[in-house]
Structure formats: C-alpha cells, structure tokens
C-alpha cells in the first residue's frame, strides 16, 4: 500500500510486511498457498481493506503497458522457471508473481520489482521474455498450471 499511499518503504519494512500477510493469510483462511489472481485479489482486499483494484484475464504484454502507462500499478502471475532469473534458486519457482513497475520503450523491457531475490528491485526482463512466462495458476499446493492462462492484477490509485 505504500504505492497507493506514496510513501516510502525500507527492505525491512517489506520483509516484515510479507511476514504478517503471511500470518493474516494462515489466520483468515487457514493456511498459505499459491492463489490464483482472482484469489489474490480477495485476500488483498480483505488484508489492506483497499477495493480499488480488479484482476484481467487473458491479457498480454500489451495490456500490462497499457495500465503502466495509465500511471496504474499491475502484479503478474507467471512461470518462474521460463523467466530465467539468475538470481533464483535454480529452477526457479514455477509459481511467482512479479510487481511490475514500468516500461523502457527504447529497450523493450519492462522494470518490476521482485521479492522473491535480493536482486529484484527494478530488475528488468525483455518484454518477450515477460509475455512467454505469463501465466495464471490455480489455488492450492503445487497443482499444475493450466497453459495460456494468463491474468494480471490492476492496484489504482486514489
């Protein structure tokens, strides 16, 4: 919600944060596990009691420029593993979501940052690459995901 709030946020208040979303989503629903982005987005609304935020199905590359440049903040879920993170404990997680920050047109790539590394802040991924791991997956413990599912998660601002 600091994006929503504009204010500024240290790694450690991001570490802690993730701890309590953690210990609010074992405490609401019981226990902690890969959501769906229709999933997410209840147990955002419920956490940070914010409701100006909807999820997009079957969208692209395309689409995800298209809410950066509306000045909107967009969180994809995708394949870890296509991404090809250096910086991941190889293979990389097949089910991750990345916060997607912004668009460099003159490179093609798009700038996110990911919690998953400590290498995440504006890591950049071409846009190629981005639209190939895209990918939805469904709620629960390490089922398979389904290919050519994709969604993303619109936050608006105020």
Known sequence: MHWVNKTPVTKDQVKQEI???SLFEDKTYGQAFDRAAA???KMFKDYFNYENVFVR???STKDIKKEILAGRLVIVPLNGQILKNPFYT???PEH???VVIGYDAKTNEFITNDVGTRHGEKYRYAEARLQASLQDYP???DLPSIPGQTAMI???PK
């Open 57 to 59: 199905s079957g969208i």
């Open 19 to 21: 701890l309590d979303l």
């Open 90 to 92: 190889p293979p990389g």
């Open 154 to 156: 619109v936050v608006m």
């Open 96 to 98: 991750h979501m990345l």
């Open 139 to 141: 709620t629960g413990n």
């Open 39 to 41: 999933d997410a987005i």
